[in-house]
């Protein structure tokens, strides 16, 4: 069983002792209720480091006012379950009182990055993100921390912390990993009704048509437009977002010729989707 602490002095009580015999740690931050996606980071740590310690931790500061912090899944044992069998080193479970001190009156914002896709319609969200991973990256202080690109903005946003503040970690990015039908997993698919589980991978063929049509010389514009409504059709509720951006900087980029990718973001259900691809 992988090994479980709350409090930071015995984070760092299994962690510096790693380090001063050489040993190469790496961080996988997480919001628990794991799966495959989340395990991939877990690999790519093991792939990378000697030891690999988890975080599970649903930070309340990047959940806006009617989001789903209070409903967000839960499946703690079954996490520590499929930790243990991957072989990780040290879960980090901190209790809000330990991350959020009475007292606690620091934020940590990334200006520019923040305030499109994601950041325009979940005010808030990434002050949120880049508070508790600034925080988490210092608590752990280990060589590298493992991210998802799935949430491609969230890892631009926290690369742009790290090199702003000088830190130590080295931020690492994952590939997305998708269900057969191209849904991109997370945790809130788990909101899914079996009906609307069928409609999911909708945003994902959208996206890969507006990257085909864009590559074939439609402007993205365009290529944006009918790609939102192929969602729309396809049964989701709303579209939140559907955009070609620099892959890098997050501007728009009407007739791409750097590495852009299209990002989505769209509701169905209960449940907001997020997915991004390539486009070249
Ligand atoms: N399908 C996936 N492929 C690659 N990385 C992923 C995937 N899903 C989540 N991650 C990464 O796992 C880390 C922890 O994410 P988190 O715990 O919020 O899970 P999530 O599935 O993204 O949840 P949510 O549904 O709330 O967005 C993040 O770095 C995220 O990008
Ligand atoms: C990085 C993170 C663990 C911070 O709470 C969260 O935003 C997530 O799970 O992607
Ligand atoms: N994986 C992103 C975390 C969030 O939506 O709050």
Known sequence: MSAVVRDVKDLRQHIVPWQRKGQIVGLVPTMGALHAGHMALVQAAKGKCDRVVTTIFVNPTQFGAGEDLDSYPDTFQDDLALLSEAAVDLVFAPTRQIVYPEGFATRVEVDGLTDMLCGATRPGHFDGVTQVVAKLLNMAGTDHAFFGEKDWQQLAVIRRMAADLNFSTEIQGVGIVRAEDGLALSSRNAYLT????????????????????????????GACAKASEAVLSAGFERVDYLECRDAVRLTLADHPDAPARVFGAAFLGRARLIDNVSIF
């Open 194 to 221: 079996s009906a609307e589980r069928a409609v999911a991978p909708a945003l994902n063929a959208a996206l890969m048509e507006a990257a085909h049509d864009i590559r074939s010389g439609m402007s993205a514009a």
